[in-house]
């Protein structure tokens, strides 16, 4: 079985661009979670979504950062306008809770260099 | 928002040796997990723990999760340079609440 696909695996962009960020859940996963992974606050918990609705999403920096489910098999994460310090490793992640106590798995990620 | 505490933060060990890795909170959590990260990779589920108490075995990984579910500690006999890598503990609170990453342990092991 396919894991959890996320593209580009490396985006490198210029301040003030918009960046896009893909993911494709592994098929029957309910939850899809969004991380974020820097060395000095190490991963942290975006937003997540049940069911393509999105739960929570206090974990998102600022309003720069949206992020979409359209259906059970797509998701993305935008940032717009990108930022130096946006510069991280971006996971996204997906689990079954009611099964697996939110057991969760992870996608290679997506390094993101905003420079 | 719960908070998990792992130490130490980085341990650098000769093969052969055992360790032991730890992750505290003054919280309760109905469920724990580890996950170990390599480098350029995503976190890889290895062990959730459910009952105070508990004592899982994968290989040489030993893990135990605290009799109040509020700590857990991963013990690693005879370390291998395969073990490398950033361990993560994370829990699920009583009211089942998303996961809360620590901070890891980042282990390197040396041939």
């Known amino acids: 079985d396919a894991g959890v696909i996320q593209s580009p695996r490396h985006e490198v962009t210029e301040m003030g661009q918009e960046v896009t960020l893909r993911c494709k859940p592994i098929?029957?996963?309910?939850?899809l979670f969004w991380y974020r992974q820097t060395m000095m606050r190490g991963l942290e918990l975006l937003i997540y979504?049940?069911?393509?609705?999105?739960?929570?999403d206090s974990g998102m920096p600022e309003d720069r950062f949206s992020a979409k489910m359209p259906n059970a098999s797509f998701s993305t994460l935008k940032i717009q306008p990108s930022e130096p310090r946006d510069s991280a490793v971006y996971f996204c992640?997906?689990?079954?809770?009611?099964?697996?106590?939110?057991?969760?798995?992870f996608g290679p990620g997506t390094r993101l260099t905003v420079t | 928002t719960q908070l998990l505490e792992q130490s130490p933060q980085f341990l650098s060990i000769q093969e052969g040796e055992n360790l032991t890795v730890y992750c505290n909170s003054s919280?309760?959590?109905?469920?724990l997990q580890w996950y170990r990260q390599e480098p350029g990779e995503g976190p890889v589920l290895l062990v959730t723990?459910?009952?105070?108490?508990e004592v899982k075995k994968l290989k040489r990984l030993t893990f135990q999760f605290g009799d109040a579910r509020k700590d857990s500690s991963l013990h690693i006999t005879a370390a291998q340079p395969g073990d490398t890598g950033l361990y993560l503990c994370?829990?699920?609170?009583?009211?089942?609440?998303?996961?809360?990453f620590g901070g890891g342990t980042r282990l390197m092991v040396k041939p």
């Open positions: 098929s029957g996963h309910d939850y």
């Open positions: 979504f049940n069911n393509n609705v999105p739960i929570d």
């Open positions: 723990v459910v009952t105070g108490g």
């Open positions: 994370a829990g699920v609170d009583n009211a089942g609440n998303m996961l809360t």
């Open positions: 992640a997906s689990s079954i809770r009611a099964v697996r106590h939110y057991e969760q798995y």
């Open positions: 919280s309760v959590f109905s469920s």
